[in-house]
């Protein structure tokens, strides 16, 4: 079945980077787009970027323009996303998600979530 | 920036109850509009995607409407199962998401 996996916990002090990877299983890695998503203690859901899974191109949004990397390894049909000088506001679940291309279908298929926390 | 904007932002309804949740966005969107259902502690599911097009799989007491800039999310004869978080979610212009409205059980 379709699947995202991603990466376990971690526990980051500030100013440090972490970096979460999303595995993708049962579709055509390279025909999706695939997207960060990030969830606060209480807040809304937050689009961070997207990586077009074909041919890489990448996608950020303004607020973590500068801080944020999201590559592939399409032999491993997985995504990485590397978010840089983390502070305490950056402590939320990431999840990873999918959309075909244009994203007319929506975010189908979603990662189960890792929770990132910084604290020093 | 596309902003979204749920109301109510918590709703009280009871099961067999018929309740509607309103999203508006900042500026006309067209039909790009999803609704997705959270529960504590899992990864949001995808219900509607453009509007009023019923994702695979979700039973059909769900239903979507709306374009421009207001969109409403209609749930049928609540079941037990259906209380939990909802959020809708603009794609016109990138993605952003409304500030999501939590329903329970009355």
């Known amino acids: 079945q379709v699947q995202l996996v991603q990466s376990g916990a971690e526990v980051k002090k500030p100013g440090a980077s972490v970096k979460v990877s999303c595995k993708a299983s049962?579709?055509?890695?390279?025909?999706?787009?695939m997207h960060w998503v990030r969830q606060a203690p209480g807040q809304r859901l937050e689009w961070m970027g997207r990586i077009n899974g074909g041919n890489g191109d990448t996608k950020y949004s303004q607020r973590f323009q500068g801080r944020i990397t999201i590559t592939r390894d399409t032999s491993a049909s997985t995504a990485y996303m590397e978010l840089n000088s983390l502070r305490s506001e950056d402590t939320a679940v990431y999840h990873c998600?999918?959309?075909?291309?244009?994203?007319?279908?929506?975010?189908?298929?979603w990662g189960q979530g890792t929770t990132v926390t910084v604290s020093s | 920036d596309i902003q979204m904007t749920q109301s109510p932002s918590t709703l009280s309804a009871s099961v067999g109850d018929r309740v509607t949740i309103t999203c508006r966005a900042s500026q006309s969107i067209s039909s790009w509009l999803a609704w997705y259902q959270q529960k504590p502690g899992k990864a949001p599911k995808l219900l509607i995607y453009?509007?009023?097009s019923l994702e695979s799989g979700v039973p059909s007491r769900f239903s979507g409407s709306g374009s421009g800039t207001e969109f409403t999310l209609t749930i049928n004869s609540l079941q037990p199962d259906d209380f939990a978080t909802y959020y809708c979610?603009?794609?016109?212009?990138?993605?952003?998401f409304g500030q999501g409205t939590k329903l329970e059980i009355k």
């Open positions: 453009k509007a009023s």
């Open positions: 049962g579709y055509i890695f390279t025909s999706y787009a």
């Open positions: 979610q603009q794609y016109n212009s990138w993605f952003t």
């Open positions: 998600a999918r959309t075909a291309p244009g994203a007319y279908y929506g975010m189908d298929v």
